[in-house]
């Protein structure tokens, strides 16, 4: 088959999703009608103001915070970013607490972030996970110390899908008089979010990671939390991020917001069904195989498993060739193979760390594609098996 009449699919949401077609018709009007500046008085203004507001609402909504909690961002890094470090310079210049608590699991844009506040005088714990992804609050506990000043760990983890215990974690944080922080990229649209329920004070979400647009992000950040731009600019989003807001992006997002929490149940129950589909018949159908975190609460379209015997990165390889889409969490720099930083926290032998396939799912995904991977993948494991063994 030539790579033009391949038909492809893909299982790679948790890297990014196609918007909604509904979300690019609001870009595109956005873009089009109503590219006033929002913070200007008049008319077009004060129309680009009101997409804003809308979407402050409906995102608020998804998440179950006030639209004044809410503040535009560029997406999850940035607001990873701007909850510890903002967390950090409002802590800065009122108390001498200047230690901060993470999960060994989390997306680079806190642990790089973390990182980065070590150089100015910060110290940093590293949770661990146990062997089935999770940070139990056990070890938060024993980890959290009279200078603890923020706790961040994610709500659903990005590579296995593992949700994490955050009410407890967010409960031990305050008793120490700690912030928590959770990183909901990957949680916020797949499975409930109520942020009154895990009683946190700071959440991540990203628009890109529901079917909106990418550029587009929020972080909510509790009433009454202390927290300091960490931008120098205009007064925008109450002092928390200067700069004009991208409206299109910010449109799209608060579309996107409103449909998935519109069919939320509905979507959970569907793509879980796909995944659990997908996992069986693998594991019946291939030898050697593993589902990484199978065993922990998943948020519904996230499976990883590993192929004994097998580089991942010539799987995915092989994969995309027979027009599936999947990825791997090994990253590729300067030709090593880094193994994944989560399944290693896992504690897995090397070689599962080097052998794991993530398949990640979302609406558009049907029982045919499923069904169409799982008769492809015996052969194609089994080739790549018989070139190691050579
Ligand atoms: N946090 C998690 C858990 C993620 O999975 C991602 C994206 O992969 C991010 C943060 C970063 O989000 P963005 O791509 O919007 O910057």
């Given at each position: 088959m030539s790579i033009i009449e391949m038909s492809r699919t893909y299982f790679d949401h948790n890297a990014t999703t196609p918007p909604d077609a509904a979300v690019i018709e609001a870009v595109i009007r956005a873009l089009r009608?109503?590219?006033?500046?929002?913070?200007?008085?008049h008319h077009f203004g004060q129309r680009a103001k009101a997409l804003l507001d809308e979407a402050r609402t409906t995102v608020a909504e998804l998440i179950g915070?006030?639209?004044?909690e809410i503040v535009f961002t560029s997406g999850g890094t940035e607001s990873d970013n701007l909850a510890l470090r903002g967390a950090a310079n409002a802590i800065e210049s009122s108390s001498a607490r200047r230690h901060v608590i993470v999960s060994g699991i989390e997306h680079e844009a806190v642990l790089n972030t973390v990182k980065a506040l070590s150089t100015r005088g910060w110290t940093a714990t590293v949770l661990p996970v146990d062997a089935s992804g999770v940070v139990s609050p056990a070890s938060l506990a024993a980890a959290i110390a009279p200078g603890t000043a923020i706790v961040s760990v994610m709500h659903a983890n990005n590579e296995i899908g593992t949700i994490q215990p955050i009410a407890d974690l967010a409960a031990i944080a305050h008793e120490h008089g700690a912030l928590f922080h959770t990183d909901a990229v990957q949680s916020v649209a797949k499975i409930p979010v109520d942020v009154r329920a895990l009683g946190i004070d700071l959440l991540s979400l990203s628009a890109h990671k529901f079917n909106g647009p990418k550029g587009a992000g929020a972080l909510w950040i509790r009433r009454g939390t202390r927290l300091t731009s960490t931008m120098t600019g205009g007064k925008h989003e109450r002092n928390r991020r200067g700069g004009t807001e991208n409206v299109p992006g910010i449109t799209g997002m608060g579309i996107a917001a409103r449909l998935a929490r519109a069919k939320l149940d509905a979507d959970a129950t569907r793509v879980g069904a796909l995944r659990d589909r997908l996992e069986r018949g693998v594991l019946q159908r291939v030898p050697g195989t593993l589902v990484n975190g199978g065993s922990s609460p998943r948020v519904p379209n996230t499976s990883n498993i590993s192929f004994d015997g097998v580089e991942a990165e010539s799987l995915l390889i092989a994969l995309d060739l027979e027009g599936f889409a999947v990825s791997t969490g090994s990253a590729c720099s300067s030709g090593t193979l880094e193994p994944s930083h989560v399944l290693r926290a896992m504690g897995l032998p090397s070689h599962r760390t080097q052998n794991s396939i993530r398949f990640s799912l979302g609406a558009g995904n049907t029982v045919e594609q499923i069904e169409s991977l799982i008769a492809k993948l015996p052969g194609v494991v089994e080739k790549l098996r018989a070139l190691v063994r050579r």
């Open positions: 009608e109503d590219y006033g500046n929002p913070s200007s008085v915070g006030e639209p004044a």
